[in-house]
């Protein structure tokens, strides 16, 4: 049985998973110039528009005043890379999401793996982003994921598990509709090896039933999650077909519009 649709249903084409509406998102991380974020903003505006899918793209902080105007009104949403856990204050070299929201800003990704690992964000810190965001109206997708060394010792699971709760402590069940889960295996980050569909899906199965935990079964099958991590045009079909998998987190194929594309209207 198809499990959900971020149309519920109105999209539905064919009975075999594939007529769902995914969520594919494109992180630029720090990449690009702003005469380069505007050339692949217009390509993918341009490329995108019949696209069945619902879409996001997250430039750079500097790069955001540059997107908005292109894709406002487009199927394609503005999305940041992160923000700071204050609204305003004495914070060097942090942005705000006042300012996120000022520039057009949607969504705002949270605990991406580069943040937890290289700019030592744990989940305390997250749980605050998480709040500050849904306070302010934005769509949150919360990246969850383990290292290497974590799914070798079988600790993927309850590494996942535990961002999964401590990241959603205190949210509630009126703000679900704005929360995202991206499943990003660190491993599997722009290294070009992705987890197998298998893997991926019995992980994201982990994930939704930790929320059904949290939130009931309805909340947690309406749960939209996402794989990230090395997702190219050549295994996105078979991640997607997978029941619990909902969509992507893309990011080294998401810096060109003829890599992103493809995955995008897969
Ligand atoms: P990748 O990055 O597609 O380059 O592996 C994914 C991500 O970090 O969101």
Redesign the pocket.
């Known amino acids: 049985m198809e499990r959900h649709s971020l149309t519920k249903g109105k999209d539905e084409a064919d009975s075999g998973g594939m007529g769902k509406k995914y969520y594919i998102?494109g992180?630029w991380?720090m990449h690009k110039t702003r005469a380069e974020a505007a050339a692949l903003a217009k390509e993918l505006v341009q490329a995108l528009k019949d696209g069945k899918h619902k879409y996001l793209i997250a430039p750079s902080f500097t790069l955001l005043e540059t997107a908005a105007p292109l894709v406002k009104g487009t199927n394609i949403r503005l999305g940041a890379q992160n923000c700071a856990p204050e609204e305003q204050g004495a914070h060097t070299g942090e942005v705000s999401v006042l300012q996120l929201k000022e520039l057009g800003v949607q969504t705002i990704?949270l605990g991406?793996?580069?943040r937890r690992h290289n700019y030592k964000e744990d989940d305390a810190l997250i749980n605050k982003k998480v709040h500050l965001a849904l306070k302010h109206g934005f769509e949150v997708i919360l990246?969850v994921g383990e290292l290497l060394e974590e799914r070798e010792a079988g600790k993927a699971e309850a590494v996942c598990e535990r961002q999964t709760t401590e990241g959603l402590k205190g949210v509630a069940a009126t703000e679900l509709d704005r929360i995202v889960i991206?499943y990003?295996p660190v491993w599997?980050?722009?290294?070009?090896k992705t987890a197998t569909p298998e893997d991926a899906d019995s992980i994201h199965a982990c994930i939704r039933k930790v929320f059904g935990k949290l939130y009931g079964a309805a909340a947690a099958e309406k749960l939209i999650i996402q794989y990230?991590?090395?997702?190219?045009a050549d295994n996105v079909v078979a991640l997607m077909a997978k029941e619990n998998i909902d969509g992507a987190?893309?990011?080294?194929?998401?810096l060109k519009a003829e890599t992103f594309v493809p995955i995008a209207k897969f």
């Open positions: 998102a992180n991380k990704i991406h793996s580069e990246c991206a990003e599997a980050i722009g290294t070009g990230g991590g090395s997702v190219k987190l893309v990011g080294g194929a998401a």
